[in-house]
């Protein structure tokens, strides 16, 4: 198993920019692919991006696209949530996971974080 601790959320103005982190214990980091989800109150929880184990390959939504940066480090057992030009519609609670295996195209995901949130002021 694989423990996933979040960090990094707060409360920023609208085109600001914040960071995520997502710290890894338990069964060694570069097994699994990172994801990173986010709900909004009232909201399914949705796809935000995923990265492979090694970090060469990574998967976005497509409103993520070009404003969110997902990338990891194995060394450190950390996985980041790089978030600029931030919009009040991305205010949510946003959640790291894992898996083993490919993640391109994939949704679904057995380890979970608790979630850290999000909060974008207009």
Do not use: H
Not at 54 to 66: I, V
Not at 68 to 85: C, E, G, H, P, W
């Amino acid at each position: 198993q694989v423990q996933l601790v979040e960090s990094g959320g707060g409360l920023v103005q609208a085109g600001g920019s914040l960071r995520l982190s997502c710290a890894a214990s338990g069964r060694t980091f570069s097994m699994y692919g990172l994801a990173w989800f986010r709900q909004s109150p009232g909201k399914e929880r949705e796809f935000v991006a995923a990265v492979s184990r090694s970090g060469g390959t990574a998967d976005y939504a497509d409103s993520m696209k070009g404003r969110f940066t997902i990338s990891r480090d194995n060394a450190k057992n950390t996985v980041y949530l790089q978030m600029d030009n931030l919009k009040p519609e991305d205010t949510a609670v946003y959640y790291c996971a894992a898996r083993e295996g490919r993640i391109v195209g994939v949704r679904k995901y057995d380890y979970w974080g608790q979630g850290t949130q999000v909060t974008v002021s207009s």
